[in-house]
């Protein structure tokens, strides 16, 4: 994971409010549809729990994955900016 990105993450974690409205945008409906994809998200669920439990790279190889594929980047970079705000 870049640093960016462990920045938005680390901002998320610190700030509720602004994790509920980015989960209820537009890019982050989108974010969520492409992190369980193919299984319903049972790997998502895996890799929050192991991430709770100190062990985050599930979630970075999700994340990896999600920036890899088209527009995923994108996604993840308007995440960012909208976070900034």
Known sequence: MDDKTTRLVEQLKRNP???????????????MQ?????????????AVQSAARGRPEEMVKMVNQ????????????????????
Do not use: H
């Open 17 to 31: 409010a602004m994790l509920r409205a980015l989960m209820q945008s537009q890019d982050g409906q989108t974010l």
């Open 66 to 85: 999600v920036m890899q594929s088209p527009g995923g980047a994108d996604l993840v970079e308007r995440i960012n900016k909208a976070v900034q705000k």
């Open 34 to 46: 492409m992190l369980t994809q193919g299984d319903q998200g049972a790997a998502l669920q895996r």
